[in-house]
């Protein structure tokens, strides 16, 4: 049986290799406020969010890499409108734009706090967008705010749908419609240059055996 599961697990990547295109590589800038020089969150905290991104973007052919951390001394929270606009200005071309900030407050509702947020502002006379999390944020918030960026503004509450609050089963998923509007989404934005997807990581040479 054992044997059996082996040999299984050794021919399963060669088959996923064969039937999944290859997923496009997009790249997640983080900008971390740093209050006093301390970021927020660590590198651990935003690698473990964009790894639960790719597990719950793997079946739609997406994947993240995470890019050089950047840090901004202001703002440290993003408590009104004004200060999420305020990241504009820090947004870099061709990548998704993550904000992390320390406290994430709700724009309409004083005192409701927020975990992460899809925000539109203007840069200059451009048009941006870019996710914006709370340092309290858990794992999977970046993959929820993900499918906002990604042509979902609305939220659907049915048990694991990935816009939706509503736990399920396992990873959380995105339903037909939503994948098509995802994957329509993404080609324009690569067509159009906001985003430039990155070369795949080169695959590494086999081990030598070393015998078992
Ligand atoms: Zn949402």
Known sequence: MIRLIAALLALAPLAEAKAAPSPTLIEIRPVVAAPDGA???????????????????????????????ETIAAPVDARVRADRDALAKHVAPAVVNLFVVGTLMDIHEEGRVRRGVHWKARRGGRRVHYVIMASYASEGILAHELAHFFGNPKHRHRPGNLVGYVPGLGLPTLDPDQEARMRRALRRMVKSGELAPRDPPAVPPRAPSTGE
Do not use: K, Q
């Open 39 to 69: 970021p927020v969150v660590d590198r651990a905290w935003l690698e473990a969010r964009v790894a639960r991104s790719n597990a719950i973007f793997a079946p739609y052919d997406l994947r993240f890499t995470l890019g050089p951390t």
